[in-house]
């Protein structure tokens, strides 16, 4: 069956300008994740959702970075202001179970690169 | 806090050597364990994970990982490297009271093999 897919798969944009970042989990899969990785870093969590509630944002940097999840099943990331910083790999996950015993199963990412 | 070391960044194997991948977790509590490999411009995949039955976990591709609690490690090992198992691999963790299941990545190592 279809794996997580992310899109776009690259994305180039301005300081200061808006972006989105879109997820599509595995069909089913009610727990679904986000996690930024850094060049040269490993993933890093950003979100958690279970069903369309964000369960878990303790890991957003900052007021400026947003998700929804609004039907329980895409996601999208939203990032306000973007700052340079912000250039890593957006990495989404989506799992059957939630907690730890669950196989988290993750999409090819979205590269945000900000000039 | 949670967290996780991988020693070394890099490794290098020559074809048909012992690969060694070592991890170690912080907390005294066991978290459940987990290996990925993530190959040049695909996503993250599951290798194995340990839950709390055997410690020695078995996984894909000839992998498997022993858990030692008075070591607090999650070493991975395969008998006899491939050239295809030139990849970055991360160790990662999940907090067993946390429902969500968040994972907490290690810095990556990366694994080449020399023919």
């Known amino acids: 069956g279809a794996g997580v897919s992310q899109t776009p798969s690259n994305k180039v944009t301005e300081k200061g300008k808006y972006v989105e970042l879109r997820c599509d989990p595995i069909?089913?899969?009610?727990?679904l994740y986000w996690y930024r990785q850094s060049l040269g870093q490993g993933p890093e969590f950003l979100i958690y959702?279970?069903?369309?509630?964000?369960?878990?944002d303790s890991g957003l940097p900052n007021d400026r970075f947003f998700a929804v999840r609004p039907e329980g099943s895409v996601s999208t990331l939203k990032i306000q202001r973007t700052e340079r910083g912000d250039s890593a790999v957006y990495l989404c996950?989506?799992?059957?179970?939630?907690?730890?015993?669950?196989?988290?199963?993750f999409g090819p990412g979205t590269r945000l690169t900000v000039l | 806090a949670q967290s996780v070391t991988q020693l070394g960044s890099h490794v290098s194997v020559s074809e048909g050597a012992l690969v060694l991948l070592r991890c170690n977790y912080s907390?005294?509590?066991?978290?459940?364990l987990f290996w990925y490999v993530q190959y040049p411009n695909q996503g993250l995949q599951l290798l194995l994970k340990?839950?709390?039955?055997?410690?020695l976990v078995k996984g894909i591709n000839g992998f498997e990982a022993e858990f030692k609690k008075s070591e607090t490690s999650f070493h991975l090992t395969k008998p006899s490297a491939h050239m295809s198992d030139a990849a970055e691999y991360f160790c990662?963790?999940?907090?067993?009271?946390?429902?969500?299941?968040?994972?907490?990545f290690g810095q990556g190592t990366e694994l080449s093999v020399k023919p």
């Open positions: 069909s089913g899969h009610t727990a």
């Open positions: 990662a963790v999940s907090d067993r009271s946390n429902q969500g299941g968040k994972l907490i």
């Open positions: 907390s005294s509590v066991p978290p459940y």
């Open positions: 959702f279970q069903g369309t509630g964000a369960a878990d």
């Open positions: 340990y839950t709390s039955a055997a410690t």
């Open positions: 996950a989506s799992s059957l179970l939630a907690g730890g015993q669950g196989t988290q199963y």
